[in-house]
T-cell receptor, first 115, second 118 residues
Framework: DAGVIQSPRHEVTEMGQEVTLRCKPI?????LFWYRQTMMRGLELLIY????????DSGMPEDRFSAKMPNASFSTLKIQPSEPRDSAVYFCASSFLPSGNNEQFFGPGTRLTVL | AQTVTQSQPEMSVQEAETVTLSCTYDTSESNYYLFWYKQPPSRQMILVIRQEAYKQQNATENRFSVNFQKAAKSFSLKISDSQLGDTAMYFCAFMKHEAMEYGNKLVFGAGTILRVKS
């Protein structure tokens, strides 16, 4: 199994530009999570989907952020327009629920730098 | 809302020695899961160990074990026979046990940087 795949691994952009982060969950998993990691706020959940439906988006910071999951094998997190304070590592994780262990499998993350 | 506190920003240990990382949490839930994740310099998040709150027995995974004190809301991680490859950031995390068919989020602590010295 290839694990959770995220692209790009690194993204450098200028303030005001649109940024799209991509995630392919593990095949067969039905839940997908987007987390953000910063020095100031640590690791925090942005949004999660179950069976492609957004369940909890209370962590999405503002309207500049949007996430979609058009099918079971693909999700995007878009920031438009981007700002320097969006610089962070963005993780995608997937799991199969309900399950006995509730483990979330993380992708390698996308390091975003907004200049 | 649940909170997770890791009071040790950094720790160091000699190779082959034992080290304990602390974690406390605050919740009104009676049933939940607790996790320790490891994040090495590669930044990959790796699950180290998991504990179900309804289980009294402490979880163990090879050199890793936990001391789960439900009444005290404490969940420490003990690493025995520390190895250089254990050098990483360690995160304690909490997950509610409800509506599992809809998934649930992990609430993370701030992390503890562990350095294993040779």
């Amino acid at each position: 199994d290839a694990g959770v795949i995220q692209s790009p691994r690194h993204e450098v952009t200028e303030m005001g530009q649109e940024v799209t982060l991509r995630c392919k969950p593990i095949s067969g998993h039905n839940s997908l999570f987007w987390y953000r990691q910063t020095m100031m706020r640590g690791l925090e959940l942005l949004i999660y989907f179950n069976n492609n439906v957004p369940i909890d988006d209370s962590g999405m910071p503002e309207d500049r952020f949007s996430a979609k999951m058009p099918n079971a094998s693909f999700s995007t997190l878009k920031i438009q327009p981007s700002e320097p304070r969006d610089s962070a590592v963005y993780f995608c994780a997937s799991s199969f629920l309900p399950s006995g262990n509730n483990e979330q499998f993380f992708g390698p993350g996308t390091r975003l730098t907004v200049l | 809302a649940q909170t997770v506190t890791q009071s040790q920003p950094e720790m160091s240990v000699q190779e082959a020695e034992t080290v304990t990382l602390s974690c406390t949490y605050d919740t009104s839930e009676s049933n939940y899961y607790l996790f320790w994740y490891k994040q090495p310099p590669s930044r990959q998040m790796i699950l180290v160990i998991r504990q179900e709150a309804y289980k009294q027995q402490n979880a163990t995974e090879n050199r890793f074990s936990v001391n789960f004190q439900k009444a005290a809301k404490s969940f420490s991680l003990k690493i025995s026979d520390s190895q250089l490859g254990d050098t990483a950031m360690y995160f304690c995390a909490f997950m509610k046990h409800e509506a599992m068919e809809y998934g649930n989020k992990l609430v993370f602590g701030a992390g503890t940087i562990l350095r294993v010295k040779s």
